[in-house]
């Protein structure tokens, strides 16, 4: 067996920084979960000294997940390092992720400290860190812009002082194939104690060399990467990881490393996260998009009815990808629940049926289609997040009138009251139905962006409207999806409403704590 990779996945935490609405802890928890099944080794699931929320969410991660090692980001501040092991104490592994930027522009520019004081302030920390864990990875900051000679020092003494992992960060996305490999050869060779840590890599997008960073550094001796599934991730993202993994197995004779890594569940866990954090597959992109595995010149079609080889390296049958599956909704039976938990790869014995098809029920009326991860979501996440939502839409009428102006009535149920509206609007029905949920709800909401897609085939396709909107300076996502696209769009801003109304309480209790 050739020497392990391992894979690190910081989707929850780079690829969280650039979301343009941040997820709720039930969301970050699905992800994790669907990384953990995708069997990735470390997965990074926040910064929890960023954010009461984000210190929350670490927090209910590091109860539930068993199988894959969690991390958390620290700047080198103590308090900073007390709260990342605060936050992850419930798991019985954790390893602390500091971070400190190591190249000249930023030591001037940003941190305003000479190198002396970058070594001091990377010794403190690593000491601090070794207090509640001996898994610590260090990251310099700004990797590929540090001088090799500063590069070789700090990592030396961070090795010296025991980390584990050393991580080589190409922030910027400034390097270059060739140039990651010598700064990893260079390191190999000039590092004398380089063998008692991984060396990892941590590339950007910025040039579109990210992917063939990675492997890159992996052929000069990096046998840890990081990334984001999809590559989700600041400004042009961070290496997809999944095109870093199928690299790996599809080219295992000339790279000669494997990875842990379940590749069939590559597809549903790129799905999952791409449908939570709402960023798109573009359709030709590697491994996962849509088009990846479809011929159609005459050619090409011609050659792989003769022999698949002919045109197709990957099977999409290794990647999990399947034949169309028929849709959950509220008309499925006990039996495709089940059948879809099976394909998941769930034993019976592993949740119970009744209440999952209980809560299945719930769920498909409001959402109209329910994916196989809102089934594993019902089935496995803690029953007290399972909270009942706020607000919920129990009528609604539209009329619209070519060229003219569209009605719209709705009727919401606000926790135990319900309240009925009416609007018109010259903007179509879709406006008309906001206007009137906004005269029930009164919350300052900007709508910054709707989108309208067809989820599905042919006659059986939902609409799925996703919007994005403005309240109080925050950004908050909501989904809808119906067969009645004003329906979903009704829908998608009950979401989002609900969304508001659970921040409001949370801001709330913070408000009150602080009074106390
Ligand atoms: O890009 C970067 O340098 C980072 C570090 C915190 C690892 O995200
Ligand atoms: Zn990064």
Known sequence: MNPKVMIFDTTLRDGEQALQASLSVKQKLQIAFSLEKCGIDIIEVGFPISSPGD?????????????????SLARCITKDIDIAAEAMSFSNSFRIHIFLATSTLHMKSKLKKDFNEILEMATLSVKR?????????????????????????????????GVKTVNIPDTVGYTTPNEISSIIKNLFERVPNIDKSIISVHCHNDLGMAVGNSISAIQAGARQIEGTINGIGERAGNTALEEVIMAIKIRENILNVSTNIKHKEIYRTSQIISQICNVPIPSNKAIVGSNAFSHSSGIHQDGVLKNRKNYEIISPSSIGLKEMKLNLTSRSGRAAVKHHMNEMGYKETDYDINELYASFLKL?????????????????????????EHFSLNFFSVQSISNGLSTASVQLLCGKKIYTESSTSSNGPVNAIYQALNRITHFPIILQKFQLVAKGKGKDALGQVDILVEYKKRKFHGVGLATDIIEASAQAMVNVLNHIWKANKVNEKIQNLKKK
């Open 129 to 161: 860190a070794l207090k509640y864990t001996d898994d610590i990875e260090f990251s310099c900051e700004d990797a590929s812009r540090t001088t090799m000679d500063n590069l070789c020092r700090i990592v030396e003494k961070v090795i010296d002082l």
């Open 55 to 71: 210190f929350k969410s670490v927090q209910t991660i590091s109860k539930n997940i068993k199988n894959s090692r969690i991390c």
């Open 364 to 388: 498909a009326d409001k959402k109209g289609q329910v994916f196989d991860y809102d089934l594993e979501a019902l089935a496995f996440i803690n029953k007290q997040q399972e909270e009942l």
